[in-house]
């Protein structure tokens, strides 16, 4: 029984539970959870050591598992970006025109394979995701990263 057998497995690492009905459903995930295992996770990349020293910098009285200060942090290298792109001419249109132009930007404090994108009738920047499992030693990536285009 393979299925039974993959089943039971997922039970056992929490990625599924068993209803009193006997269904099997993904547990829901609370928004607190979802964002600690993602600062989790983030923690881990090779970014964290920067953040933690700009923290230390700059917000000497931040927690570094706010994922505010993450958002922050990208959101800040994303305007970094547009700048540079600008070049010279800061002028507004072309700011905009800069912020509605991304291409596959990769940010520092984003799971890899995660890009940035915008354009003229595309606002939202991260339309992507990548699914994760805790081992019961770290969290891992399974599967492909995932769009919504």
Do not use: C
């Amino acid at each position: 029984m393979p299925v039974r057998d993959a089943m039971r497995r997922l039970v056992a690492e929490r990625a599924l539970e068993i209803r009193p009905s006997r269904t099997i459903a993904i547990p829901v995930l609370s928004a607190d959870q979802f964002l600690e295992i993602r600062a989790i996770r983030l923690l881990l990349e090779g970014e964290a050591v920067t953040r933690a020293a700009n923290m230390a910098k700059y917000v000497p009285d931040g927690d570094v598992r706010d994922s505010y200060y993450v958002n922050s942090y990208n959101n800040g290298m994303a305007l970094e970006h547009v700048f540079k792109a600008a070049g010279n001419d800061l002028s507004r249109e072309n700011i905009l025109r800069q912020a509605l132009s991304i291409k596959d930007l990769e940010l520092p404090m984003l799971l890899p394979g995660i890009k940035v994108n915008t354009g003229e009738s595309d606002h939202l920047p991260v339309e992507q995701l990548q699914f994760m499992r805790f081992t019961g030693k770290q969290w891992e990536r399974f599967g492909e990263v995932l769009s919504t285009k």
